[in-house]
């Protein structure tokens, strides 16, 4: 069974830093895309950075140069550096993953999600 397991979540205040991460288990052929979407209280859920098989990375506007997203092959794992944090990112944040998988289920993945609060 193929799981996508976030981590690193938790409350700062504004002006803070958090690092997310997410990794990836099960029979995985191959990891292609990775992205960080985050979903805030009665908001629609939204791309917060993306991160192809070759390394090329693309953020929204919103985070731009505040976030950072990397991604580990060996170990399969993407992750979210998020520096001077403001209280409009608290959101549950949900790791996504393109993936070619044994079995025939290949196809986009999500974690569970992780919550990310931020106090002003």
């Known amino acids: 069974q193929v799981q996508l397991v976030e981590s690193g979540g938790g409350l700062v205040q504004a002006g803070g830093s958090l690092r997310l991460s997410c990794t990836t288990s099960?029979?995985?052929?191959?990891?292609?895309?990775m992205a960080w979407y985050r979903q805030a209280p009665g908001k629609q859920r939204e791309l917060v950075a993306t991160?192809?098989?070759?390394?090329?990375?693309n953020y929204a506007d919103s985070v731009k140069g505040r976030f950072t997203i990397s991604r580990d092959i060996a170990k399969n794992a993407v992750y979210l550096q998020m520096n001077t944090l403001t209280p409009e990112d608290t959101a549950v944040y949900y790791c996504?993953?393109?993936?070619?998988?044994?079995?025939?289920?290949?196809?986009?993945?999500w974690g569970q999600g992780t919550q990310v609060s931020v106090s002003s």
């Open positions: 099960g029979r995985i052929i191959k990891i292609n895309d």
């Open positions: 996504n993953a393109d993936l070619w998988v044994f079995g025939g289920n290949s196809g986009t993945y």
């Open positions: 991160v192809t098989s070759g390394g090329s990375t």
